[in-house]
């Protein structure tokens, strides 16, 4: 037999050529190796970046959320001044109490004193 490692061997029984493999020798399975070893090393240059820009879209989102509920907040203020502030006097007896009263606790939320309007 040939010492040729890849040598196709003819079999005369199948008439096709087959390829005999054998193991590779220390030297080359050495190299094998060391060859996986530096493939399976993770390349982390690109995480920082990755990181960097979730770190700056997070603290955008949170900028937009604040300015939401500050917007929000303006807005409830303008409201409880318009009811606050709303005639009265073409509202029914049970109307003007019901507005009394949500102004009322307006006044509680805003921190105004109340008097009695007896």
Same mark, same amino acid.
């Given at each position: 037999?040939?010492?040729n490692?890849?040598t196709p061997?003819?079999?005369k ?9 054998h193991p590779? !020798?220390?030297?080359?399975?050495k190299k094998?190796?060391? !060859? ?6 993770l390349?982390?240059?690109g995480?920082e970046?990755?990181?960097?820009e979730k770190?700056?879209?997070t603290?955008k ?7 939401l509920?500050?917007?929000l907040q ?7 001044y ?5 005639d009265?006097s073409?509202?029914s007896e049970?109307?003007r109490?019901?507005h009394e ?5 307006i006044?509680?939320?805003? !921190?105004?004193?109340i008097?009695?309007?007896?």
């Open positions: 037999m040939s010492s490692l890849e061997v003819e079999v029984e199948y008439d096709t050529l087959l390829s005999i493999s590779i !020798g220390q030297k080359a399975a094998k190796s060391k !060859g996986k070893k530096s493939s399976n090393t390349d982390l240059s995480i970046s990755v990181m960097k770190n700056v879209n603290s989102l949170i900028q937009l959320k604040e300015a509920e500050r917007r303006e807005q409830e203020r303008h409201m409880e318009e009811i606050l502030m709303k009265t073409n509202m049970q109307q109490k019901d009263k949500y102004c009322d606790h006044r509680k939320k805003l !921190g105004y004193q008097f009695s309007y007896v």
